[in-house]
């Protein structure tokens, strides 16, 4: 991997977010906010927090109740777990999907930054076959793209909570920073 080609596409991706939340009309932000709005807060691109894993699938896909910021329980499959390292310990996230038929991974994670310099709730990742799959089944499991949910954004959203078991030892600083708000509201 090139990490120059890498770098500049998460600060391609990066803008792109941030013009869809000054500009665009499914923002999360409200519409005061957006004229002073000047971009979200991350941490700089770090290559060491992106890694190419394999997904080892769980036999039996558990059904998890995972509670959300307005006390609504959502069902989520137990679909598999990531195994990395960082600093030489290992760490695990569990990948959820919306049923056992979708593709699409859900990875919410907490952190020794959640609370601090990242939301308290936790920051989410999705993966997808076409874009974060390698032709050998590895999946590209890149925290640099950690994102906020939008109830980080607005109490207009309900977003789920992270389930203890995803709730890492060590500090990701990588993605995505607390929003600060000029609202009552952040």
Request: with cysteine; net charge negative.
């Amino acid at each position: 991997m090139e990490v120059d080609k890498w770098t500049k596409q998460i600060q391609t991706e990066r803008q792109q977010k941030d013009d869809l939340f000054k500009m665009g009309y499914q923002s999360p932000i409200s519409f005061e906010e957006r004229e002073d709005f000047k971009g979200l807060d991350y941490y700089p691109p770090d290559i060491r927090y992106r890694f190419e894993l394999e997904l080892v699938q769980h036999s039996k896909m558990d059904i998890l109740e995972i509670e959300d910021t307005k006390g609504n329980v959502r069902n989520l499959v137990r679909y598999g777990e990531f195994r990395f390292n960082i600093a030489g310990v290992e760490y695990r996230l569990q990948g959820y999907k919306s049923n056992r038929k979708d593709e699409r991974l859900f990875i919410p994670f907490r952190d020794l930054t959640s609370g601090k310099d990242t939301y308290g709730a936790g920051r989410y990742l999705d993966l997808e076959p076409g874009r974060d799959q390698m032709p050998g089944g590895e999946w590209v499991l890149d925290l640099n793209k950690a994102y906020n949910p939008w109830c980080a954004y607005s109490e207009n959203y309900a977003c789920p909570f992270t389930p203890p078991e995803n709730w890492l030892k060590v500090e990701i600083r990588a993605g995505e920073k607390n929003y600060t708000s000029k609202s009552e509201y952040a």
